[in-house]
Each structure stands twice: as structure tokens, then as C-alpha cells.
């Protein structure tokens, strides 16, 4: 009988932990050169991206690589001139509501700026931040393993004041999982399995939450910026304040997950 009980218990948990999560997308990075581009697109360029970032994005494989079973953005100095990588699933893969893990090992260098991110696919037709964006992970290398996860709406954006922070021991040197759980009245976010902010404005309205339509990925390092910038390195007014000393900065994605309640 006892045998019989703890069988029914497991049958039965099985069941539950099944009908909490289903796994829908991902890319586990085991390929070679640049990633997928039927799942990625690559982002060329420079010009700030909004935020004065003095990095300019490219597709080298310096930059952007599948390697070992994981992706590598990395960010590179030549001369006076930082290059690095942004990818997105625009038009690609969106979703609307469920669980997106990213299990990453990250950058350290003040000047630093990566970040793991979602943002509304709207964005075309109703500009930012109307179109809504989800930080799952933002790090700033000046203030070194302190994770943030952060909501920007049109009732709060820029220095959003919806948002949480975390310390995070070994934040460069082990792969860690930066997770939202997103749902009809709440996102969740966790580190390693430890929730430690959520996001449930009282109204919910066009103001508070966008965050009713399909969001699609992004992924890059950015250096410098209105907040990656340190202040005691910026010259000539601009927002450069990058350690003189560093020469790279390396991000590695083990993978991108994503469930979908059942």
C-alpha cells in the first residue's frame, strides 16, 4: 500500500509540473559561427540606440560566435573604437505571456552595459515606450554583480521606478538563470530560482501594461551609455566612461528558453 500511495504521489506531481509549463522555443547554441539566422536577426550600426552608447554593433564572428555549446557576444576595443553585438527575434519568434530563462555567464568591466531583453513588437506603429519593454537582465559593469530587472511604460520609463535588484555572487565566472514569468496581471522575476521583484500595477491600462501583445528578444552588450557609462572615466562631455585598462568584455548564453502555460 505504501508503494501504491508514493507512485500516485509522483503520477500525480508529474502531472501538475506538466501542466504548469510547456517548452515551446529555445535555441541551445550548438552550432558553429554566427547563430541561427532563421531564429536571429543581427543589428548593424552605431549612432547611440537612444541611450548614447558609443558601442557600433556588427555580425563578425569576433563580435557574435557559437562556441562550445553556448553564444558569445563579445565586446572588443581597436584603437579608440568599441565594436560589440545585438541580436533580436523580430519578425522572427514573439510571444505573449509565459516563462522565458536565459542561463548566461556575464561581463564585468566598469563601462560595461549587457542586457537580456524583451521588447513589444509594436514598436513601429507606436514608437517607445508605448510599445512596452521587459529588463529581464541589465548589468552595469561600475557596479559590479548587481543584477537588475526593470519595466519601462508610459507611466514609467527611463529611470523606471519599476524594477528590482539583486546581488549575485560569481556573476562573470558561472552561468546563472534570469528568469521572467509572465502573466495576464504580473510578470515575476528570478534569479536562480529565487524570486525577488514583481511587477502588478493596481490599474492595469495602456499606461501601466502593455503587456498584452507578443514581445520579441533581444540580446547585446552595450559600452558606455546614459547608464553604463562611469563618470570618472567620461572625456569630452560624452558618455564614454569606460576603465581605460579593459580591452574586451565577454558574454556567453548557455541558451534561450521559453514555456508557455498549457
Not at 522565458?100 to 560595461?112: E, N, Y
Not at 510599445?131 to 526593470?150: A, N
Request: aromatic residues 14%.
Amino acid at each position: 500500500m505504501k508503494y501504491l500511495v508514493i507512485f500516485a504521489f509522483v503520477w500525480i506531481s508529474n502531472i501538475c509540473f506538466a501542466q504548469q509549463d510547456k517548452w515551446v522555443w529555445s535555441d541551445e547554441f550548438d552550432g558553429t559561427g554566427l547563430p541561427d539566422s532563421t531564429k536571429w536577426n543581427y543589428i548593424l550600426g552605431s549612432g547611440g540606440f537612444g541611450n548614447n552608447e558609443i558601442q557600433e554593433y556588427t555580425n563578425q564572428t569576433q563580435n557574435l560566435r557559437q562556441e562550445n555549446g553556448v553564444l558569445i557576444i563579445e565586446a572588443l576595443k581597436t584603437g579608440n573604437t568599441w565594436t560589440s553585438a545585438k541580436i533580436t527575434t523580430n519578425n522572427k519568434h514573439d510571444f505573449t505571456y509565459g516563462r522565458i530563462v536565459f542561463r548566461a555567464k556575464l561581463p564585468v568591466g566598469s563601462g560595461t552595459w549587457p542586457a537580456l531583453w524583451l521588447l513589444g513588437e509594436n514598436i513601429s506603429t507606436v514608437s517607445w515606450p508605448a510599445c512596452g519593454e521587459i529588463d529581464v537582465m541589465e548589468h552595469v559593469g561600475k557596479d559590479p554583480c548587481v543584477l537588475h530587472s526593470t519595466m519601462h511604460t508610459p507611466s514609467s520609463y527611463g529611470n523606471s521606478i519599476n524594477g528590482g535588484s539583486k546581488a549575485v555572487k560569481n556573476c562573470n565566472t558561472e552561468f546563472h538563470l534570469y528568469e521572467a514569468n509572465w502573466k495576464s496581471d504580473r510578470i515575476e522575476f528570478s534569479i536562480d530560482d529565487t524570486l525577488f521583484y514583481t511587477y502588478k500595477p493596481e490599474v492595469m491600462n495602456a499606461f501601466t501594461w502593455p503587456f498584452d501583445k507578443p514581445f520579441y528578444i533581444i540580446m547585446n552588450i552595450a559600452m558606455g551609455g546614459n547608464w553604463g557609462s562611469d563618470s570618472k572615466y567620461e572625456a569630452g562631455g560624452i558618455r564614454n566612461g569606460i576603465d581605460p585598462a579593459l580591452t574586451s568584455a565577454k558574454m556567453e548564453i548557455d541558451y534561450v528558453r521559453i514555456y508557455n502555460p498549457l
